[in-house]
């Protein structure tokens, strides 16, 4: 038998893709078009917004996979599934779909992974602004190439992240999604999770794209007033780095408009600038629902057919989560001359060729994921929970029917369900190994920041009385962002068990501290107005020689936390009545510690001065107990920095650290809006000396380069982390530009004693900003690099003079600073600037 040209791995992606879209009816072009969430509920709290009112269960799935199907929705994600069961399910739902279409194209199913697969049993990883917070991209690169090897192990191609939105107002709920504040560190970060998870075979997909962080008033989904500087300077060169260093090939369409047009209908930001500027040429997904808010939300669209057209006519080539748009009106708009079917056209040729790339295509593709020697066992005697059984039925199965995946299926051939046969897969699935929480661990580590320890107080002395008090002492949820799968799905399905082993701070300490005598008293909850638990807090507190407050944020989605989407604060004050809990606390006297588990920086001004150490984790994951024990106790020295300011009053939001002269304190205002612990601030145990600094004053001409070293020496007898950050002062330009910002940094781990230069290999590049007439350009004239230990402890400086024409520049520009670091006297280790 002929095999068609579209079947032929050994001929060109394009020509296999121009075959196939040949044989292709319409119908089955805009089934590529599409997701079907199979599962998603129409009532209870749901996991996307306005999911009650958006979603449409009445689908006949027998009917619709005739066409084909280009996404399979969050199969894992929607509800509790054993993971060695789900796999299963999937790949017969796979078959399915295969069997039931003329060619037998596969769907591409996707999942959310932004601090690990949001799936039951999967390793709850940091949070994104716990990854800010380590400076470290090569641990977030490893971090992300397990959870993509997760991914892959249960047959799922595409993850929804990483978010590259830079943090623009901290009162936004998402905040604990970003990476910070900064967008070179954003960008650096981001572009190795997307190193990461693309390494693993998984389509990286980038998101919000773009804005979505600046929406007023810090309000989920508020429109964005952004100027067209910020928006080029600040907003877009995350996303810019993620695709050409990282390699991410799918981008995610943001919710919110700017300046009155939606991104979801903005084709100068999705084709315009995404694939013709910058060269992309993979798919742009829509967020979930993001079409049909063109008309629900927006108004730009006065019905689904017309939101269908805008988006598809902006370059959005799938709608999400589930078919509502591009479904049936829009065949019947283009059958009647509505939209141009070129359209169709063009989104089908991206959507099938990332199948092919994928291998989707090929005519020996098995819907079986592959195996994976770090996972042992028998996949046959895994246990599906009753929870991941549709509602309707009645199987008592050991694996997950089908059901979990699709309505009323037949039954599958018993072949896909005999150990023997090679469609069934030979190995337990364990998305929670040793080997994941011990990089868990690792970056909850790097990741906490030790703000102030004026006094020495920390580290904690071993056989010390010690008061644990505060709502996030003892709660496993404290350590979590609102799209860990416990705070994300088993809010609606309180009868199962979390999945994994989370440590609570409570634990870790009576762990961590064994000799200790360790009390504890929850004093409040984390949002609520009750205060009759402040007397026993104060009561073990005075009995104590330290006092332990564990305070901070509960995650939770649309209003049902304190953190998360949709979980946005007036100000930033912390929640409910912890900050009053806090002041009982420290008006006994006795020392103390306080702990903050956030999604966000929350303003600390009030208590300055009166406390005995503070100590910022954003949600650290499922081994963050452990790790703010361990640097509670001395086991860890810290070295986390901030990624966001630490404001020092609730109000005069928002503000960050990106802020031209007027946006500095100054006597035309009454309000100080200087922090109290700048961006890439942090404090350690050890000390460390900067010297032998190579900062000389020079000039070099617009498209030249410049090196600027020095020497760290850790000076203490502990081994700890220093980061070296580097940043950018633009004393006169054509438009206003930040006070400072950051263009490199690198971080250095250093034994007691040991020695470490780094050199930054400046850029012309780097200085580069967007004109008054929206050109990018290297503008002539007085510079300063200043390496720093935070965006205001600035070690030494360099002053340049750049010569020369003005350069415009484009896409091919500089992103990256390059960095060097070599041990003192040796020859360098290491070149390729990959740290940032």
Not at 31 to 46: E, H, P, R, S
Not at 475 to 504: E, K, N, Q, R, W
Not at 659 to 664: A, C, K, R
Not at 699 to 722: H, K, L, Q, W
Request: aromatic share 6%; glycine share 10%.
């Amino acid at each position: 038998m002929t095999t068609a040209p579209w079947r032929d791995p050994a001929l060109p992606v394009a020509a296999r893709v121009d075959d196939l879209l040949a044989r292709m009816t319409l119908e089955e072009k805009v089934a590529q078009l599409y997701g079907v969430w199979v599962g998603a509920t129409t009532d209870g709290d749901g996991v996307a917004p306005l999911q009650q009112q958006m979603s449409d269960d009445d689908h006949d799935w027998d009917e619709l996979i005739t066409r084909g199907l280009g996404q399979l929705t969050r199969p894992f994600g929607t509800a509790p599934v054993d993971p060695a069961a789900g796999a299963r399910a999937l790949a017969t739902t796979q078959r399915r779909i295969v069997a039931a279409g003329r060619f037998g194209i596969p769907a591409l199913a996707h999942e959310e992974c932004l601090a690990g697969f949001t799936a039951w049993r999967a390793t709850a990883y940091p949070v994104p602004l716990a990854w800010g917070a380590s400076f470290d991209p090569d641990l977030v690169e490893e971090m992300a190439r397990r959870i993509g090897r997760d991914l892959r192990s249960v047959g799922v191609h595409q993850g929804l992240a990483p978010v590259l939105d830079v943090v623009r107002d901290p009162r936004w709920g998402r905040v604990e999604e970003t990476i910070g504040e900064d967008p070179y560190l954003v960008g650096t970060v981001g572009a190795a999770y997307v190193r990461g998870l693309e390494s693993a075979g998984i389509v990286a997909t980038l998101k919000h794209f773009a804005g979505y962080a600046s929406s007023a008033g810090a309000r989920n989904l508020a429109p964005v007033r952004a100027g067209v500087r910020e928006f080029a300077d600040v907003t877009l060169p995350p996303f810019e780095m993620a695709l050409r260093e990282g390699g991410a090939r799918s981008v995610m369409a943001a919710y919110t408009e700017t300046d009155g047009v939606p991104a979801s209908a903005d084709p100068a930001l999705l084709t315009g600038l995404l694939r013709e500027e910058w060269g992309f040429t993979g798919t742009v997904v829509a967020d979930y629902f993001g079409v049909g808010f063109l008309q629900t939300l927006h108004r730009v669209a006065g019905n689904t057919a017309e939101a269908a057209h805008l988006a598809l006519a902006a370059g959005i080539d799938v709608e999400l989560p589930t078919v509502k748009c591009y479904g049936t009106p829009l065949l019947e708009a283009v059958r009647a001359g509505e939209v141009p079917e070129a359209l169709i056209e063009r989104s089908a040729r991206r959507v099938l060729r990332q199948k092919c790339e994928l291998g989707l295509l090929d005519a020996d593709w098995t819907p079986d994921p592959q195996s994976d020697p770090d996972r042992t066992g028998d996949l046959d005697s895994a246990v599906a929970p009753d929870s991941i059984l549709a509602p309707d039925s009645d199987s008592d199965s050991d694996v997950a029917p089908d059901s979990a995946l699709a309505p009323n299926p037949p039954a599958a051939p018993d072949s896909t369900l005999d150990p023997g046969s090679p469609a069934a897969p030979n190995s337990t699935l364990d998305l929670d190994s040793p080997a994941n929480r011990a990089v868990a661990r690792r970056l909850a580590e790097e990741s906490v920041v030790l703000l102030d320890n004026p006094d020495g107080l920390l580290p904690l002395v071993p056989d010390t009385r010690l008061a644990v008090v505060g709502p996030r002492a003892a709660d496993a949820l404290a350590m979590l962002g609102c799209y860990s799968f416990p705070s994300h799905v088993l809010p609606s399905h309180p009868d199962v068990p979390s999945g994994i082993d989370i440590p609570t701070v409570l634990d870790a300490l009576r762990a961590e501290l064994p000799d200790a005598k360790v009390t504890f008293a929850e004093g409040c909850d984390t949002a609520g107005p009750d205060t009759s638990g402040f007397a026993e807090a104060v009561a073990r507190t005075a009995e104590a020689d330290v006092c332990v407050a564990v305070l901070g944020d509960r995650a939770g989605l649309f209003g049902r936390g304190t953190s998360g989407e949709g979980c946005d604060a007036s100000d930033l004050r912390l929640p409910g009545v912890q900050g009053a809990l806090l002041d009982a606390l420290v008006a006994t006297g006795v020392p103390v510690v306080l702990v903050l588990l956030t999604g966000r920086p929350y303003a600390l001004g009030r208590w300055h001065g009166r406390l005995g150490a503070v100590v910022q984790a954003f949600f650290p994951g499922e081994e963050g107990g452990p790790a703010v024990a361990g640097v509670l106790s001395g086991r860890v020295t810290p070295s986390g920095r901030l990624p966001v300011s630490v404001p020092r009053l609730p109000g005069g939001q928002p503000w960050t650290y990106l802020q031209p002269p007027l946006g500095l304190a100054g006597e035309v205002s009454n309000l100080d809006p200087t922090p109290l612990y700048p961006f890439g601030h942090g404090r350690s145990y050890t000390t460390f000396r900067w010297e032998d600094p190579a900062a000389r004053d020079a000039e070099i001409d617009t498209a030249g380069t410049y090196d600027i070293s020095v020497t760290v020496r850790n000076t203490g007898d502990r081994a700890g982390a220093e980061v070296v950050q580097l940043y950018l002062h633009d004393p006169v330009a054509s438009v206003t530009r930040p006070d400072v910002r950051l263009i490199g940094y690198r971080r250095l781990e250093l034994a007691p004693g040991e020695a470490r230069r780094v050199t930054f290999r400046f850029h012309a590049d780097l200085s580069a900003f967007t004109d008054r007439t929206g050109r990018r350009v290297v503008e002539p004239g007085a510079l300063e690099l200043r390496l720093a230990a935070s965006s205001t402890d600035v070690r030494h400086t360099a002053r340049l003079t750049l010569n020369g024409p003005e350069r415009v520049v484009g896409a091919g520009r500089r992103l990256r600073c390059g960095t060097e670091v070599s041990s003192v006297r040796e020859t360098p280790e290491a070149t390729d600037g990959a740290s940032g």
